[in-house]
């Protein structure tokens, strides 16, 4: 059981909120503004905050810092609006520990406040686990923007990290490929979803558009300096060796190998997943697109060595899943 405060300027969500902490066995306060609670960090014992970002007065954002500042030990998990993805970024930047992104149901709550209290030490490998879990949320959220379930997040993250180890990367390198696999796309948070769910072919306009989320899925991760490893993947993901590829029309190995390798899995999961302009492919047919673009569209290598790992079934270690870092 926990000590819980709810903050936000809407009662009907605080008093839905509570309800279902107490439910869960929690212990549960009330504030309806970032100055309320704020007050009540050190006056009362608590565990976990679970803030709203857009409130008159002291942001949710601007609470975020106040409590890491003033007691760290205090988890936050923060509730945002897709249309508020800024404040999602800074609140990445300032330790969240998770995040609620609205439109969500109450089971999701309790999932979010089971995470955040699994871990409250403060040495800097939970706080960097902690993040990782926040992060993922965001590439969740990323991906159901653009059409995907969570599976596909998933998908790809066998598949790139399995496609490593048969290349033999070092554990740097898998943890970037690792990091990589789940923030490829975070950048699409940046997309219009008018852009993302179009019917039928995409205008030269939003093409430009789509085509900016490598560099802006880095700019989110900057400053923080345990997703650094995953820049690399992001930039380089729809680079292409033979130079036709965005944002920097990098050739062969100037692109990084993490950035080949998410290249390869996160196109084969696409190609089996349905779009809002095409069907789903077979398996065998997506099988059959990546040795079509081998050596042009993809690395021939990683090509070769993600077909030995779909042959083994994409084996994983457990330290390299996301459900790790979930209850």
């Known amino acids: ?47 976990l905050i679970i803030t709203d970002v857009r409130m008159p007065g002291m942001s949710g954002i601007e609470l975020l810092k106040q409590v890491k ?17 800024n404040f999602a ?28 209290l699994r871990e409250r030490s403060t040495s800097s490998k939970d706080l960097e686990q ?12 990323a991906e159901a923007r653009d059409g995907h379930a969570d599976a596909h997040l998933n998908d790809v993250l066998r598949y790139a990290v399995s496609t490593g180890f048969e290349l033999g990367l070092d554990e740097d390198a898998l943890r970037g490929v690792w990091l990589g696999s789940v923030l490829h796309d975070v950048g699409m948070l940046k997309v219009p979803e008018a852009v993302l769910n179009k019917l039928g072919a995409l205008s ?8 900016q989320h490598p560099e802006a899925g880095a700019g989110i991760i900057a400053g923080v300096d345990y997703l650094e490893a995953a820049r690399t993947s992001i930039l380089h993901h729809h680079e292409r060796p033979d130079g036709g590829g ?14 080949r390798i998410v290249a390869v899995a996160s196109a084969f999961a696409s190609m089996l997943g349905a779009r809002p302009h095409r069907c789903a492919l077979t398996e065998s047919d997506a099988v059959s697109e990546l040795d079509r673009g081998s050596e042009s ?22 330290a390299f899943r996301i459900d790790h870092y979930q209850p």
């Not at 569209?297 to 457990?318: I, K």
Request: hydrophobic fraction near 50%; charged fraction near 25%; include cysteine.
């Open 1 to 47: 059981m926990a000590m819980i405060l709810v903050v936000d300027d809407e009662p009907a969500i605080t008093i839905a909120l509570a309800k279902k902490l107490r439910r869960d066995g929690h212990e549960c306060l009330t504030a309806s503004s970032g100055e309320e609670a704020l007050s009540r960090v050190g006056a009362e014992k608590l565990d």
């Open 69 to 85: 500042l003033r007691d760290a030990s205090i988890s936050v998990i923060v509730m945002s609006a897709y249309t508020d993805i």
């Open 89 to 116: 970024i800074e609140a990445l930047r300032g330790r969240a520990d998770d995040f609620l992104l609205k439109p969500f149901n109450l089971d999701d709550l309790s999932l979010s406040v089971a995470r955040s």
């Open 130 to 141: 902690l993040g990782v879990q926040a992060v993922a949320a965001l590439a969740s959220a």
């Open 204 to 211: 030269p306009e939003d093409w430009n558009l789509v085509r």
């Open 246 to 259: 965005y944002p920097s029309a990098l050739r062969g190995e100037e692109i990084s190998i993490e950035g």
């Open 297 to 318: 569209q993809f690395d021939g290598s990683v090509v070769r060595a993600f077909m030995s790992a779909r042959g083994a079934g994409f084996l994983v270690p457990l």
